[in-house]
């Protein structure tokens, strides 16, 4: 599975990544924590 643009999606709403609407902005709080640290 290629990984989404996690730095683009920061930026940009999750409106336009529907890829990762299935994820809550938790859930990928603390997946883009696990790959900052």
């Known amino acids: 599975m290629p990984n989404?643009?996690?730095k683009r999606a920061?930026?940009?709403p999750g409106n336009l990544y529907?890829?990762?609407k299935d994820e809550s902005p938790i859930q990928q709080r603390?997946?883009?924590?696990?790959?900052t640290k």
Do not use: A
């Open 30 to 35: 603390s997946k883009d924590q696990m790959m």
């Open 4 to 6: 989404p643009p996690i």
């Open 10 to 12: 920061k930026l940009i």
């Open 18 to 20: 529907p890829f990762q």
